[in-house]
Structure formats: C-alpha cells, structure tokens
C-alpha cells in the first residue's frame, strides 16, 4: 500500500436489464459506499459506453480518486476499456480492478434475486479490497532485432521468408538437408490442378537463393537459443559439407569419378546416389556435399575438380558455430512418415511389392530413379493391378488417432496419375473414409471415380504374399456388401501417415514450446492464436504444427511471415507487467542451495546464480506465478496477483456466513472461461460460490486454500485447464503436484477431504462448471453448517499455526 | 530432413555354403559383395586395406601349438559402402562383386586406390 490511504471510486453497471434485472444495483452501489477507503460509489446504466467512462474520468479528477472499480461483466471482455479511461485520466491503468457481477452472478442466478444482490455485494467487496493492495506498474518496453529466423526450408519456411525478405527485413533460413525445397520437392505432380511440383517450387527456391535479405544456411540444426521476444540469440550448428559452398560451381565433375554409390534418400532409397552428391538436379544451393560415412577418401574427386580450375573439395572442413541475433522466429520443420512396416500385417520390408506413397511418388516423377516408370520389386516390371491402402498409421488406436490430412487426396492424385499413364492397370483403392474438403477436392474426388478406379470401403486385416508370383492378395471386409473378401493384385501401395519431423522433441526444449498429444508442436490458442507459440515472438507454420497439405502450409508461412512482421516493424514491444519479482532480501539462495522456483519456471524465466538471488528475466517471464506459489520462503511476488492481493480477497469474500460459501480459484483461461460462458449461456448454478481469477492454477499456493478454510470457508475449489492445455506450458501439473497432498492433508487437520475439489477443465466445458458447482453445494448441505463450523474450530489451531505469516 | 524409412537399401548379408554374401537391392539397381570361404586363407589384406573399417578380422585360436581354428574375416554390413578395394587387394581372388549380376569393381572402374592415395596426402 502506497504511502497515503487510497481513495477509490466504485462504480456499478446496469448492463441495462442484463445486471439490474436481477441484482439490486442501488443497494449495491449502497453498500460499497460503506466500506473503507470508498470515497465515492455509483450506479450507471452502461458504464462501458461513453457517458460511464466520462463520468469516471471526472470522478478521479474530482475526488482525487488514486483506485477505481467497476462492478459489471467479465474482465476478459472490458477490462482493456476501462484501463484505457482511467489512464487517460491519469491514472495508472494497473490501479483499475473488476468485479463480474454479469456473467458470474445476474446471468446465473436470475431466480434468486436477493442472493444474487448479496453476492455482487459480496464480488465488489472483494474487488476493492484488491484494489487497496493494488500497485501502479509500468508496462515494459524491451527493443526489437529487426530480424527472422525461419527453421526448416520446405514449401511454408520458404514462403515465410520470402515474405518477410520482401518487406524488408533480414531473415536467416536455417535447414537441416544439404538442400531446401522439403517434401514437395520430391512429388511428382500435386493435387488437385496436377501441376508439376518442382516447377511450381523451383523458381521459389531460386528467389531464396537470390533474396538480397535471406542468408540461407543449409546442412545446419538450431542448437541453443536464448533470450527473449525482440532478442533472441541462436547458436546454429553447420555441419561440414567437405566442399567450399563460395568456389563449387555445381558442375558435377566430382561425381563422374567417385566410385562409391549408396542409395539416396531423397529417392526413398529407391535409387543410388554417389558418396559425393547433390540430392536432387534442381537443389538449392547448387553445391556439392560429400557424405563422409560413404566416402572411402580416395580423392578422385579433388583431383577431378582440379582438372575444372577449381578447388572446391576441402577434407580439413570443420563443424562451424555460427552465431544470430534475431527479433523473431519461425518453425516450419515440416514432417516425417509414419514407418508402415510397425503395421506387421501389411507386410511392408517383408514382401518385396509393398510399397509406401512416397516411394510411388519417385517412381512415377520422371526425373525420379526410374524415369517415370512404375515398376515391382520383384521382377521390374509394371504392375497390371494396384491398390491403395489408405490410413496407415492414421485414425487407429493402435498407431496414431489423428488423420494425417493429406492421404486421402495424394492417393486419390496418385490413382489419377496411374490411370493416365497406364489405362490399361486395374487400380483399387481401399479406403475407411474418403475425405476431400476445401476448393476443388470433392471435383477430383468426383474426376477419380469417373476414371474407372475402384472405390472398395473397409480396412484390411491381412495382406499375403503368393510365393511364386509375387502378387499380393488382401484380406478385408467389403463394408458396403458386408461380406469378407480377398483381392489379388501384383502391387500394393500404402498411404502412411505424417508424424512430427524426427528433432521436433529436442526443438521444442530448445525454445521452451509445447507439442501436442500427437507430438506436434502446438498453437498458442486452435482458433485465435493457430500461428503463435506460447512463447512469444516464436510461431509455427506448415505441417509442423499437424499434417497440412501446400496450400495450407502455403498460407500458413505467409501468416507466420505478417505475426513476426507485426512485431519487428514497430522496433519494440511492449509486455505486460504482471510478472514475477523476487525480494533479494527473502530469497534463501544467498544463504543455502536452493534455486526452485528456476526448476519450476515453464519458461526458463530464472537464473539462479550460486551464493546470489535468484533473478527473474522480466522480458521472459509470462506471469503465471507458479514460482511466486513454489518458493519456500515466499520471496517471489507476482505483480497485480500478489498474496496480499489474493488474501485480502479471500477475507473480504468471507467476511460473512463463511460456512456457507465456496470460494473458487479460476485460471483466467481456462476454468475462469467455462465460468463466463455458463454466464453468457444463461446456465443456472446455485450463488454460493466466490470466484478469485488468477492467470494460471500454478499460481495457487497451497496456503491460499488453507487461509479460505482458517477463514471458515464451507469449501474450497482449486481449477485450471486440463493436462496438456495449460496456457504457461505446466502450470497445471506444478499446481496438482502442490495441492494433491491437500486430500491427505486436510484430515489430519480435521477437515472432511471432500470440502475441497481440484478440478481441471477447458473454457468450453460450462456445463461441467454448472454442474461441479451444484455438486458442491449438495456436499455443503449434506455437511450442515454445524459440521463445518465445528470442523474448522478443530482446525484452527493447526492452521493458525501453519499460517503465521499471513497474519489476520 | 531425415528421410526414416531406411529399410530400402540396406546391405542384408546372408551365408550360402561356403560362401558370404553381401547383398545391397536397390529397385533399380542390384549389388553383391561375395566371400569364398573355402578359398580364403585369412591373410587379412582386405581387413587392413579396407577404407571403411567393414572387414572383421579373427586371427586362428590355437591350443598349445595347434592352431584350432583357421584365421579368418567377416563383413560389418552397415559400415560396407561396397567400393570394392577389398575385391581389388584380395591375392587368392576369395572376394567377388557384382552389379546388376555382372562382375564389376567400381575401384578399378575408377582407377583409384584410396589408401596409396591417402599416403601421399
Ligand atoms: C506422398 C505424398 C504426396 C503429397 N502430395 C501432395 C499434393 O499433391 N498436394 C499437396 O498440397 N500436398 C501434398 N502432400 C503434402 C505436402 O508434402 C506437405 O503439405 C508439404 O510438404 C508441407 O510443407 P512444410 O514446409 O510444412 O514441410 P516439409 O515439406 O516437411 O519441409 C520441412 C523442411 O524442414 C526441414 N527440417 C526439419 N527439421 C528441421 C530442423 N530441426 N532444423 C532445420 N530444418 C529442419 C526439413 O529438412 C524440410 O526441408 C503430399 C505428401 C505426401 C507424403
Ligand atoms: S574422395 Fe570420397 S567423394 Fe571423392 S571421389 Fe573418392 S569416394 Fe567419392
Ligand atoms: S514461473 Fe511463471 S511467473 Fe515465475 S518467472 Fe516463470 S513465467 Fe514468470
Ligand atoms: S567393398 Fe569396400 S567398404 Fe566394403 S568391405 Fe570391401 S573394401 Fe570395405
Ligand atoms: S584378402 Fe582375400 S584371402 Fe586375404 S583375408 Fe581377405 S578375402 Fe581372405
């Protein structure tokens, strides 16, 4: 609390009949008139719309107002306005507190008029007394490099960097292959138009190579990456080419005399490659690399070189270090396939005439290991019957329950390619479902049947391999006639899934980003945020973030391209100061080894220096106060959530009838979300509960929950997203770790373990909000307030104890 | 970006009688690495000269002063890039390669030596 006593303005909102028509707004306006500190308390029709803000403005200039509240809807809806008018009243926009009367109390509780008015009573109670705690903060500026990282060079990191290149700004390409271009530049044609691939994707890769702003940097991996939004440092590692990228020509002498061959990757093995190679005519850059597990060092290649005027091949080439300072970054790591021969009955790397798409997709490309000829293992020769097996590794609880996005078109455009070139082959494709959504897909779905291939429903149990022959025969079930059936045919060609690019574990410990259940890395928000990371300034785009065919990922590295754009055009950026601070003072690592609160950091937020205090980096720190809840000695304090903040709320809530009441720690994303929308969806819950909003359920220290019950609280729930989905990374998991022991707890003290619940659920599940809440409340009459009052009596002593620095 | 499936094209090595075959099959191109044993004396030239460490060799075991096992060379399939030096050096002509079933040594295909040459160096 600042030096003099706060002066604080309330004001509540009418919301028209949305809040008055439940709640007596009067009498709360009344009421908060009454308690400490108030100076002046008002009721308004719409306190959003101009009027309301204006009468603010001029009650803080009047009164001299150093705090203000507004009573009305949810602070995830209009808190942003009423900072903006109280700063532009000169007050600091952080001295602004809410209190949601609408979607938390006159939505839900229309039926009971007086409790509703007794809890807003009881809501702006709580909000003014945070907002005594309150403190001005300043909103931080760090500087922005005006520049991009952009990991992984296939079809969306390209399109990424051009972009960002074209509007001026310097942009480091790092990719892993000796060449980019990706997966896309492997295919033959692309659906649903049939253009040639490399065509359309060649000139792109030539724009990268020529790009004045990109410097690409092939045949290299992002190693370490520090520092934060606007000021990243990376430490990218390049492998040794053994051949001088500024003096190879690309004129491919060297290949001529290397004796070694060894098959090559980017023709799925179908083919050979030498030990010194480019991996495909069109590869960007258009250097030679030599592949030292190959290479039998007999230097015909130097020599040759030599006979060029040039020297090029250099043996004594060293991994190099290289060293970027970056605004922001941009992961387009793409994917990898599924690897079929996991699926034992499909018999792939088993029977010589299993085949995956991608090896298809060589073969049929006329720059590929057969020149365009689709031909068997076993005997080189054209199949005269195929069939397609579509989702492998895909939609199946036994490998990945994901659809792999793509499948079902390649192997429609696969199908198509086939009849085009060989009329005469029998082609089946076998298929669960067949999907083809988005602009021109079910017309080629269409053009495909038209064709004469062989649309067959059901997935296969069995594929056998006839030993002479070497044809196939399928066993399945026709699911459109019921009937098992087996279908022979001489190749067989499976569509195996995509899976997350092998390192995408190691990358996303590297920047500190999450990856979905599946492994890919995952978004920020699915509908609001599909681009960002939640790590700022760090996005995703293409199929690294799940499977996307090109135009998807096309648009995709476009809109990565205008989020970091938005960032490095303005020079820098502004954070919100709700972030961790640790009192040098308190914190024990200057005496003894500590150092938890570093562990505990989703973000890696702390550096803990031994014999000093732990110091947290305000630029990277997302405020969700989970070290401010795990430090031992309560050193950490998280700005505008601090324990007197949440404390003084707690006493505030139950000043009065405690037993009563339930208090309800939300996490703003999640939990505090399913609570606004039971609101909004006008879901009917009894009044009891008295919701406090923290950022993230890992700010919840368990004292927070033993103080509601020292206080008499009837119950106490603890709430935040569910596993996985936590918006600060772990959040979640540090809070269950912490307040788990709670149950164990909680009854040695006396207190009935089911009188507290920890509860994990999305935004969107309001109805199991509605109903926990009912739940809850049937517990606290079953109980009777007798029982409760009596328990907590038995408690306080222990509590009172174990509490002793909090005071009151 | 790895491409995963690297079951094509590796290097199966099988026995056959007396003889080690090292069998790379590509979809268009075929290799064959192949040990005579009965012919091999287990000098170890090839083990010594080849490029990629690929040659295992095992010198005889004796018992007392009777050698109980002849001395002898085996291959490491996933060290063997299939250059052929080993066919080149072998002095009992034990070893073979072939590609495409003809008989073909890509070392002397190129005229090279890679260790003589690693010598100058
Ligand atoms: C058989 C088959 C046929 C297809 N046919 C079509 C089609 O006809 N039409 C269509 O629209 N889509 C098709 N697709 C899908 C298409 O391949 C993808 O949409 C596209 O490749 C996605 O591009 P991307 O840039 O996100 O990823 P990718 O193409 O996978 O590129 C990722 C790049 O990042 C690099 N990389 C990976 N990890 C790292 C790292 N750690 N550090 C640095 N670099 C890294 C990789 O080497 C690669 O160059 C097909 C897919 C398959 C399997
Ligand atoms: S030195 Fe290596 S890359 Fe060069 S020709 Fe010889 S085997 Fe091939
Ligand atoms: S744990 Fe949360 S609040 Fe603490 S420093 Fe890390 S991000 Fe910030
Ligand atoms: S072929 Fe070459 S790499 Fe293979 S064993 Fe013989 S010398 Fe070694
Ligand atoms: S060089 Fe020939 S004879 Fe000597 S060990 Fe090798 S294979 Fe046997």
């Known amino acids: ?808 | 970006m790895t491409w995963s499936l690297r079951r094509r094209g590796r290097i199966i090595k099988r026995e056959e009688e007396n003889r080690t075959i090292m069998e790379r099959r590509l979809l268009v191109k075929q290799y064959e690495l192949l040990l005579d044993r009965d012919i091999c004396i287990g000098c170890g030239i090839c083990a010594d000269n080849c490029p990629k460490e690929a040659i295992i060799y095992s010198p005889a075991e004796f018992r007392g002063i009777r050698a109980v096992t002849r001395p002898s060379i085996d291959f490491d399939p996933e060290r063997c890039v299939l250059c052929g030096e080993c066919v080149s050096l072998c002095p009992m002509h034990a070893l073979q390669m072939r590609i495409e079933r003809e008989e073909r040594v890509p070392v002397i295909e190129m005229n090279v030596f890679p260790l003589a040459t690693r010598k100058r160096w």
């Open chain 1, 1 to 808: 609390m600042g030096e003099e006593e706060p002066r604080i303005g309330v004001y509540v909102c009418h919301c028209g009949l949305n809040i008055a028509g439940v709640v007596d707004v009067e009498k709360v306006a009344r009421e908060a008139a009454k308690l400490p500190n108030v100076v002046v308390s008002k009721d308004y029709r719409y306190m959003c719309a101009d009027p309301g803000q204006e009468m603010i403005k001029e009650d803080i200039k009047k009164y001299n107002l150093t705090r203000v509240v507004v009573a009305s809807c949810s602070p995830r809806m209009h808190e942003p306005t009423f900072r903006r008018c109280v700063e532009s009243a000169g007050l600091n926009p952080f001295l602004f507190e809410m209190a949601n009367i609408r979607e938390h109390c006159s939505w839900c509780h229309p039926h009971y008029p007086e409790d509703a008015t007794e809890k807003a009573i009881d809501l702006v109670k709580m909000a003014v007394a945070k907002a005594r705690y309150l403190s001005p903060l300043e909103v931080i500026k760090v500087p922005v490099t005006r520049a991009a990282l952009v990991i992984g060079g296939g079809v969306a990191g390209i399109h990424a960097a051009l972009d960002l290149a074209d509007m001026g700004f310097k942009v480091y390409l790092v990719e892993r292959s000796p060449s980019i271009g990706g997966r896309m530049a492997q295919l033959d044609k692309t659906f649903p138009t049939l253009d040639c691939s490399i065509c359309i994707l060649g000139p792109k890769m030539v724009d990268v190579a020529n790009h004045p702003n990109i410097e690409l940097i092939t045949y290299a991996e992002v190693k370490r990456v520090e520092g934060y939004i606007g000021n990243f440092r990376v430490t990218v590692v390049k492998k040794p080419r053994y051949v001088l990228e500024s003096e190879c020509n690309g004129c491919g002498e060297c290949v001529k005399v290397c004796p070694v061959e060894v098959p090559n990757e980017f023709d799925e093995n179908l083919g050979p490659r030498k030990a010194i190679y480019v991996p495909f005519p069109q590869a960007i850059p258009m250097v030679y690399t030599i592949d030292m597990d190959a290479c039998i060092e007999c230097y015909n290649c130097v020599e040759a070189c030599k006979e060029q005027g040039r020297e090029a091949i250099d043996f004594d080439m060293k991994e190099e270090e290289i060293h970027l300072e970056v605004g922001t970054i941009i992961v387009a790591t793409g994917y990898d396939l599924y690897d079929p021969s996991r699926v034992r009955a499909y018999g792939y790397g088993l029977y010589d005439n299993v085949f995956t798409a991608i090896e298809l997709e060589r073969m049929i490309n006329a720059a590929g290991p057969t020149q365009g000829h689709v031909i068997r293992f076993s005997d080189r020769r054209t199949p005269r019957s195929l069939a397609f097996i579509t989702c492998v590794g895909s939609r199946d609880v036994k490998t990945n329950i994901y659809c792999s996005g793509f499948c079902c078109m390649y192997t429609l455009k696969n199908a198509i390619l086939l009849k085009e070139h060989y009329p005469e082959m029998q082609i089946y494709v076998l298929f669960m479902d067949l999907r083809a959504p988005f602009k021109g897909y079910e017309e080629f779905y269409r053009r495909a049947r038209e064709e004469g291939i062989i649309f067959l429903r059901g997935r296969p149990t069995e594929l056998y391999e006839d030993p002479k022959t070497k044809n196939l025969i399928i066993s399945m079930e026709n699911l459109s006639t019921g009937e098992p059936m087996d279908l022979e045919v001489e190749m067989v060609v499976l569509s195996n899934a995509a899976v997350p690019a092998a390192g995408t574990e190691e990358l996303s410990r590297i920047l500190t980003v999450s990856r979905d259940a599946s492994g890919f890395f995952m978004e920020a928000h699915p509908k609001l945020r599909p681009i960002d990371s939640p790590t700022d300034g760090v996005f995703f785009c293409g199929a690294a973030q799940g499977p996307k065919d090109i135009p998807y990922s096309v648009a995709q590295g476009s809109a990565a391209a205008s989020r970091a754009a938005r960032i490095m055009a303005r020079g820098e950026w502004e954070i919100e100061p709700i972030v961790a601070y640790v009192d040098p003072e308190r914190c024990r690592n200057t005496k003894t080894k500590c150092g938890i609160c570093a562990t505990k950091c989703p973000y890696g937020a702390i550096t803990v220096e031994e014999g000093k205090a732990a110091v947290v980096n305000t630029a990277k720190c997302h405020g969700c106060g989970t070290c401010a809840a795990d430090c031992p000695a309560n050193a950490i304090t998280q700005m505008h959530f601090t324990d007197a903040q949440i404390i003084a709320q707690i006493h505030a809530a139950l000043e009065e009838k405690p037993e009563e009441k339930i208090i309800g720690f939300l996490c703003n994303w999640c939990s505090y979300g399913a609570a606004d929308l039971a609101g909004t969806s006008r879901m009917e819950y009894p009044p009891n509960i008295r919701i406090i909003r923290v950022m993230c359920s890992g700010r919840l220290d368990r004292d927070f929950i033993l103080e509601a019950f020292r206080k008499g609280a009837g119950m106490v729930l603890a709430s935040g997203c569910r596993f996985g989905d936590c918006h600060y990374i772990s959040g979640n998991y540090n809070a269950e770790r912490r307040l788990k022991p709670l149950f164990k707890m909680l009854p040695r003290f006396g207190i009935s373990p089911e009188r507290f619940r920890l509860e994990w659920f999305s935004a969107a599940e309001a109805g199991f909000f509605t109903n926990l809440v009912k739940e809850m409340v049937e517990t606290l009459k079953r109980l009777g307030p007798e029982r409760i009052r009596e328990e907590n009596e038995k408690a306080r002593p222990f509590l009172d104890r174990m509490l002793k620095h909090i005071g009151g």
